[in-house]
C-alpha cells in the first residue's frame, strides 16, 4: 500500500515561537505534496501544493511568510508555521500523490497543533 | 470555482440498515472523484475512487456511483454496522486544477 507519516502527531506551542510539521511518504516517491487545513466540525481546506524542488504554491488567503512550505526530496516535505499564534491552532493533514495513480492522494494521520 | 456539497450533513441510523450519502458538485469537468472516511482525530481513509469515464465501484459493502453529466456521486452503504461510524467526505480532482476539492462530510452515527 501507499503509506504517509507526520510527525508530531500532536505538538502544544507557545504564541510566537515556530513549529515543524514533517510528511514523508514512506513507500513511494512523490514529486506532489498537498498541506491541508481542518478546522474543528469542518471540511479539509486546501493550503498549499508543495512540488520538489521547486517553490510550493498557496491557495488564496493562505500567508506564504506564515506557513513556510519545503518540499525538499521525493519522500519529504515540511510545513513550518512561523510566529505562530492562537488562532493558527487547528489540525493540518498532509497528502502525497503517487505518480501514475488518477492523480489519487494518500493522506497522513494529522499533526494537532495547540498554540497557547 | 468548484463547489461540492454534501448530503445529508448528519445521519444517524440503527444497526443494519442501508443506507445513501449524497455529494454534488457544480462544474461537471472533473477527473475523478473519491469518498474517504475520517474518524474524530484523525487522518482520511479512502474508500472508494471513481474515474470520469467510470459510473460505479465496489468494495464489499460500499458502492459509489458518479453521474458526471448531472454532477452527483452517492455513496451507499449495506448493512450499516456501529464501527461504521465516522464522517464521510466526499471530494473531486478537477481536469484542469488535479487538486481534490472537499464536501463539508456527513457524521454518520450507527447504533448497536
Known amino acids: 500500500g501507499a503509506v504517509v507519516s507526520q510527525h508530531p502527531s500532536w505538538v502544544i506551542c507557545k504564541s510566537g515561537t515556530s513549529v515543524k510539521i514533517e510528511c514523508r511518504s514512506l513507500?513511494?516517491?512523490?514529486?506532489?505534496m498537498f498541506w491541508y487545513r481542518q478546522f474543528p466540525k469542518q471540511s479539509l481546506m486546501l493550503m498549499a501544493t508543495s512540488n520538489e524542488g521547486s517553490k510550493a504554491t498557496y491557495e488564496q488567503g493562505v500567508e506564504k511568510d506564515k506557513f513556510l512550505i519545503n518540499h525538499a526530496s521525493l519522500t519529504l516535505s515540511t510545513l513550518t508555521v512561523t510566529s505562530a499564534h492562537p488562532e493558527d491552532s487547528s489540525f493540518y493533514i498532509c497528502?502525497?500523490?503517487?505518480?501514475?495513480?488518477?492523480?489519487?492522494?494518500?493522506f497522513g494521520p494529522g499533526t494537532r497543533l495547540t498554540v497557547t | 470555482k468548484q463547489e461540492v456539497t454534501q448530503i445529508p450533513a448528519a445521519l444517524s441510523v440503527p444497526e443494519g440498515e442501508n443506507l445513501v450519502l449524497n455529494c454534488s458538485f457544480t462544474?461537471?469537468?472533473?477527473?475523478?472523484l473519491q469518498w474517504f472516511r475520517q474518524d474524530p482525530g484523525k487522518g482520511l481513509t479512502s474508500l472508494l475512487l471513481i474515474q470520469s469515464s467510470q459510473r460505479e465501484q465496489t468494495s464489499g459493502r460500499l458502492n459509489a456511483s458518479l453521474d458526471k453529466s448531472s454532477g452527483r456521486s452517492t455513496l451507499y452503504i449495506a448493512a450499516s454496522q456501529p464501527g461504521d461510524s465516522a464522517t464521510y467526505l466526499c471530494a473531486v480532482i478537477d481536469d484542469s486544477a488535479r487538486q481534490l476539492t472537499f464536501g463539508s462530510g456527513t457524521q454518520l452515527t450507527v447504533l448497536p
Open positions: 513507500d513511494f516517491q512523490a514529486t506532489t
Open positions: 497528502s502525497a500523490r503517487r505518480p501514475g495513480r488518477a492523480y489519487e492522494q494518500y
Open positions: 462544474d461537471s469537468a472533473i477527473y475523478n
